[in-house]
C-alpha cells in the first residue's frame, strides 16, 4: 500500500451527458482546494466508469470513495451514500454513468467476487435528473454539487485523509 | 422481460418476448421483434445517436479542438475519435503524417486502444454468453481466471493510453499535428514488459477462444474496412470492400449514404447501391488477415479460421486474434521508436473540407469537417461504426430468429442479445436505452 494514495477519490461521468458530470464537478471542486486540506495521502482522479478500468486504478489502494451520478426514483438532486465495503450495492441505485455493461457497481460486485475489492468502498452519489448529450447539469444536481463535496471531504476525513469539513477553507 | 401467446393451432397467434434492458453491450438502446407465425414479419434495432449532438457542438470551434470533444462521444474508443478528427483536420490543411515516429505513436496509441476494448468484449460481454452466465460477476465465481486474464490485458493497454495519451482515460496529448509531447525512447521502453505479458495472454486467449461451442452460422455480409499495403490497417488507408469496392476516404460520402429511419434518431448507412455492410473485427480480418503479425497469424491459423471469417459468433476469435496482432505491432513500434524533432508539425488552416477514416476497435470511424480560412470549424459529420453496422445486425437478427423459431421465447430473446453482442455495438456512442421486445405472431 503506497503511503502516496491511502484514500482514492475518483469522480465518476461524463462531462457531456449532463447531469453524469456531477462527479468530475466535484473533482474540479476537490482540485482548487488548498491541498493541505485534502492531506499527502489523497488522491484525485476521474474515470468515464468502465468497470474493468476502475478495477485496475483501485488496484492496491486501501479506500476508495467514488463520486458519482445516480439514475434513481428519489429527488433529482438528493444525495446518497453507500458504504460497500462489505455489503453488496442495492441494486436500486444503479449508476447513471453505468451506460456501460460492466459499471460502476458492476466494477464493485466484480472486485468483491474476485477478493480484488479494497478494504474501504464509499459510494457518495446524488440522484441525476437527465443524462442525455448536454454540456449542463440540471439545477437540481448543480444545487446539490456544495452538499456532496462536502460529503466526499467528510468521507475522505473519515478514511484517514485531509482534515474534517469546516475545520478550514469551504468545499 | 415479458412473454405472451404461445404457437397457434389456427392463423397466425402473435408471440410476444420483451427484455426492458439488453445486457452486456456498451450503452443502452432497443431490440424489436414481431414473428407472424412462423415467418420473422419485422425486425428492429433501435438506437438514438448523440454524434448528432457532438456535430452540432462542434460548429463554431476552432478546428483544434476536434481531437479533444470528440473523445468524449465514447468513454471506450476516444482515441479512435480523436484520430479520426486529426486525419480530416490535416486532410483539409494539406499535412499528410503518413510516416515516421508521429505516425508509429498514433498507431502504438491505437493499439493501446484496441487492447483495452477488445479486452472489455472478449472477457467481460463476450464469454458469459458462450460459458453460459448472466454475466462477467456470475462468470467471475467460477472462471476467476477470464477475468483476471481480462484485468491483465486492460492493465497493459491502460499503460500504453498513460504513457502517450498523457492519461489512462480521456487522453489529453493528441492533437491535430501530431502530440503536444512526445515521449522518450527509455520511457516506451517500459511499456515492453506490461505488453509481452499481454501479448503471452492473447496468444492463450486464442487458443481458449477456439475450442469455445459456436453454433453452425455463416453470414454473407457485404464486409468494408480500411486497407493499407503491407500493413493491417488501423490509422490510415484506403477503404476497401470485400466485394470489390475501393476508395479514398475522401469518397466515403459518395459510396455511403445515411437515411433517416422513423423508429430511431440514428441515422443508417447503406452502400449507394442500397446495399447494406458491415464494419469491425471480422470486416478488417477478411480484407487484411494477409497481413496480421506473425504470431497472430499463427495462433489464427491454429485456431482453424480462415482467411475470412463467416460466423458472427466466431468473432470472439478474431478479436483475440488482433488482440494479439495489437500487442506484436506495439512492441514493435516501441522496438523501432527513434524520438521526433519535434512534437508536431505545425498545421495551417485553410478554407477546406478534410475527411478521416480509422480503425476503431469496433470498425471504421469516419470524420468530416468543413473549415475556413481561420480554422473555425463550419460543418462536421461522424459517423461511428455502430450506426453503418445496425442493418447487418438486424439482418442476422432475422436469421437468428428463423433458425430458432422452436426456441422458447426466453432462450429465443437470449439468442438475439447473443447475435447483437457478436458485432460488440458500441451503443453508447449511437444510444442510450435498449430494450428487447420479440413479438410472435
Not at chain 1, 49 to 69: F, H, N, P, Q, R
Amino acid at each position: 500500500m503506497s503511503r502516496a494514495a491511502q484514500v482514492l477519490v475518483i469522480g465518476v461521468g461524463n462531462r457531456m451527458r449532463s447531469d453524469d458530470a456531477a462527479g468530475l464537478e466535484v473533482i474540479d471542486r476537490l482540485r482548487a482546494l488548498p491541498r493541505e486540506q485534502l492531506g499527502p495521502a489523497v488522491r484525485l482522479c476521474e474515470h468515464e466508469g468502465e468497470g474493468l478500468g476502475l478495477l485496475a486504478i483501485w488496484e492496491s489502494t486501501a479506500a476508495v470513495v467514488l463520486v458519482d451520478a445516480i439514475e434513481g426514483a428519489s429527488q433529482p438532486g438528493s444525495l446518497v451514500r453507500i458504504d460497500a465495503s462489505t455489503e453488496p450495492v442495492p441494486a436500486s441505485a444503479r449508476s447513471g454513468s453505468s451506460t456501460h455493461a460492466v459499471g460502476v457497481v458492476e466494477a464493485i460486485e466484480l472486485a468483491r467476487a474476485l477478493g480484488r475489492l479494497p478494504a474501504r468502498v464509499v459510494l457518495c452519489g446524488v440522484v441525476g435528473a437527465r443524462f442525455e448529450a448536454g454540456e449542463r447539469l440540471s439545477a437540481h444536481v448543480r444545487g446539490a454539487i456544495p452538499a456532496l463535496t462536502e460529503m466526499v471531504l467528510a468521507e475522505v476525513s473519515g478514511l484517514g485523509g485531509g482534515v474534517p469539513p469546516g475545520a478550514g477553507g469551504q468545499a | 422481460m415479458s412473454a405472451a401467446g404461445p404457437g397457434g393451432r389456427e392463423g397466425p397467434i402473435t408471440r410476444v418476448i420483451r427484455t426492458d434492458y439488453l445486457a452486456r453491450v456498451e450503452g443502452e438502446g432497443a431490440m424489436y421483434v414481431r414473428l407472424e407465425g412462423r415467418s420473422v414479419a419485422e425486425v428492429k434495432l433501435r438506437i438514438y445517436e448523440p454524434p448528432r449532438f457532438f456535430e452540432a457542438l462542434l460548429r463554431g470551434r476552432a478546428f483544434t479542438e476536434a481531437p479533444d470533444i470528440t473523445a468524449r462521444i465514447c468513454g471506450i474508443c476516444p482515441i479512435a475519435y480523436q484520430m479520426s478528427s486529426v486525419r480530416a483536420m490535416e486532410d483539409a490543411c494539406e499535412v499528410a503524417i503518413d510516416h515516421g515516429p508521429l505516425r508509429d505513436l498514433r498507431r502504438l496509441i491505437y493499439c493501446g486502444e484496441w487492447i483495452e476494448s477488445h479486452s472489455l468484449h472478449v472477457y467481460m460481454l463476450h464469454a458469459p454468453d458462450f460459458l453460459g452466465y448472466a454475466g462477467a460477476i456470475e462468470m467471475a465465481r467460477d472462471h476467476r481466471e477470464i477475468v483476471e486474464q481480462g484485468l491483465q490485458m486492460k492493465k497493459a493497454g491502460n499503460s500504453v493510453m498513460a504513457l502517450v495519451g498523457g492519461r489512462e482515460v480521456h487522453p489529453i496529448n493528441i492533437r491535430v499535428g501530431g502530440f503536444y509531447r512526445t515521449p522518450t525512447r527509455a520511457e516506451l521502453q517500459t511499456l515492453s514488459e506490461p505488453l509481452q505479458g499481454a501479448l503471452q495472454t492473447a496468444l492463450a486467449t486464442v487458443r481458449w477462444a477456439a475450442a469455445l461451442p459456436f453454433p453452425d452460422v455463416q453470414r454473407e455480409h457485404e464486409l468494408l474496412a480500411l486497407s493499407e499495403p503491407g500493413s493491417y490497417a488501423v490509422d490510415l488507408g484506403e477503404i476497401r470492400s470485400a466485394g470489390g469496392l475501393e476508395f479514398g476516404p475522401g469518397a466515403f460520402d459518395e459510396h455511403v449514404v445515411e437515411e433517416h429511419v422513423e423508429r430511431s434518431n440514428a441515422l443508417h448507412a447503406r452502400l449507394s447501391d442500397g446495399g447494406t455492410y458491415l464494419v469491425g473485427p471480422l470486416a478488417r480480418y477478411a480484407l487484411s488477415s494477409q497481413l496480421l503479425r506473425p504470431l497472430a497469424a499463427e495462433a489464427a491459423r491454429e485456431a482453424g479460421l480462415g482467411p475470412s471469417c463467416a460466423n458472427p459468433f466466431r468473432s470472439i476469435v478474431v478479436r483475440a486474434v488482433e488482440l494479439v496482432h495489437a500487442c506484436e505491432e506495439a512492441l514493435a513500434i516501441i522496438e523501432r521508436y527513434e524520438e521526433p524533432d519535434a512534437p508536431a508539425v505545425e498545421v495551417t488552416p485553410r478554407a477546406s473540407v478534410g475527411h478521416g477514416a480509422t480503425e476503431a476497435p469496433r470498425g471504421l470511424l469516419y470524420h468530416r469537417y468543413e473549415i475556413d480560412e481561420q480554422g473555425t470549424i463550419l460543418d462536421a459529420k461522424i459517423v461511428p461504426p455502430t450506426s453503418q453496422n445496425q442493418l447487418a445486425i438486424e439482418e442476422d437478427l432475422r436469421a437468428v430468429v428463423e433458425d430458432s423459431l422452436d426456441l422458447p421465447d426466453e432462450r429465443l430473446a437470449l439468442r438475439c442479445e447473443q447475435a447483437i453482442r457478436n458485432h460488440d455495438p458500441c451503443i453508447s456512442c449511437a444510444t442510450h436505452f435498449l430494450k428487447l421486445t420479440v413479438e410472435r405472431g
